[in-house]
């Protein structure tokens, strides 16, 4: 089941300086999503968090990858810049996606980060996140389109116009909001319908 997963620095500090940073978090992340196969399906890094679209191929396989993605980082971090302590703001924030109402929401929120905080006018300026991919089929050893965006239109260059256009219109009102709080709170994210599927599944009726 898709998982939308964030990583802050703590108390809000800087993790990526430079390139050099940004490139070494994604070949960790590409290094530990085969170990431990989680299909990575859409990203972006800011500069003091990072947020995820991922499958997990088993119920213990994400915990073990953001652990072994953060402590490979913070290693690299401290000893490229002479610090010591944590780099991280504890466990990552995740929820479960509804895969059939709220996938495509959620990866357009993704995508859409560094343009609402500013820092770039068009998501496809921005280089460290998945947008290119799905916009313009960029290839990236991350990747793997969810089924969710290869059937939103069969043909590929087709899709990518549709894309485009999708991330260029609005989200439904109260969207992004609804997913941010569900990614921080581990509400899952979907309709009442699937949240009760997933609670009674995963915690018990």
């Keep these: 089941m898709p998982q939308h997963v964030i990583q802050r620095g703590n108390n809000r500090q800087v993790c990526f300086q430079d390139l050099a940073d940004h490139a ?5 992340l590409s290094r530990y999503q085969r170990k431990f196969e989680v299909d990575i399906h859409a990203w972006v890094f800011m500069t003091n968090h990072t947020h995820l679209l991922v499958t997990p191929g ?3 396989a994400l915990s073990a990858f953001m652990k072994s ?32 109402q709220y996938f495509l929401q959620c990866q357009r929120y993704i995508e859409l980060n560094p343009v609402k905080a500013s820092m770039v006018e068009y ?3 921005y280089q460290w996140s998945s947008y290119n991919c799905h916009a313009y089929g960029m290839r990236s050893k991350l990747h793997t389109p969810h089924p969710c965006y290869l059937n939103y239109q069969p043909d590929p260059d ?5 894309y485009r256009s999708f991330i ?9 909001d609804e997913i941010h709080y569900a990614a921080i709170s581990g509400k899952p994210l979907g309709s009442e319908e699937f949240q009760e599927r997933v609670l009674a599944k995963y915690w018990g009726s």
């Design 58 to 60: 088993t119920d213990d």
């Design 158 to 162: 087709k899709r990518f116009i549709s």
């Design 123 to 125: 998501a496809g300026d």
């Design 168 to 176: 260029a219109s609005l989200a439904p009102e109260g969207m992004d």
């Design 69 to 100: 993605v953060g402590q490979s980082y913070a290693q690299y971090y401290n000893g490229k810049y002479e610090r010591s302590g944590t780099l991280w703001e504890g466990r990552f924030k995740s929820c479960m996606v509804d895969s059939d």
């Design 24 to 28: 070494t978090y994604a070949m960790y």
